[in-house]
């Protein structure tokens, strides 16, 4: 049986420590605003589309509802998100932005533009990283 390649032959680490180290661009701007990455990524998924179910969320981004809910209810204990039964279908919580949750949204917008401003790579270059890493997890989704 041959020997695993080292980590840095290994296309799982280089994407997990590239996400690592976007992270880590992002959290003083997230510590900023009092959220973790993980409560962004609920915000932006609230963005996109206000008022979607805990299950909702969670498939938009691919985590099971037991791992969202917890994000919710801390977003909701710092006032950024509520969370109300459905009315036609009482099973189904659904999460909305709060006038705060909304508000966030703007001082998020430098995201991008800070991991931008740490590379050197070019935005044509990044463009090119991003779609390839969408067709690379989309490939993997695949049933």
């Not at 020997?3 to 180290?21: I, N, R, V």
Request: charged share 25%; proline share 5%.
């Amino acid at each position: 049986m041959p020997a695993p390649l080292p980590l840095d032959g290994q296309l799982c680490f280089s994407l997990y420590s590239a996400s690592m180290a976007i992270t880590r661009i992002y959290k003083p701007i997230l510590d900023r605003l009092g959220i973790t990455y993980p409560q962004y990524l609920v915000l932006h998924a609230l963005w996109e589309k206000d008022g979607r179910t805990v299950g909702a969320i969670g498939e938009r981004l691919g985590l099971e509802s037991s791992t969202i809910t917890p994000l919710v209810k801390r977003l909701e204990a710092a006032g950024l998100v509520v969370r109300k039964r459905n009315p036609e279908d009482e099973r189904q919580v659904q999460v909305f932005l709060t006038e705060r949750g909304s508000a966030i949204r703007e001082d998020c917008g430098c995201l991008g533009e800070a991991v931008v401003d740490k590379t050197d790579l070019t935005l044509e270059r990044l463009a090119h990283l991003h779609r390839e890493a969408q067709a690379l997890r989309d490939s993997l989704a695949r049933d």
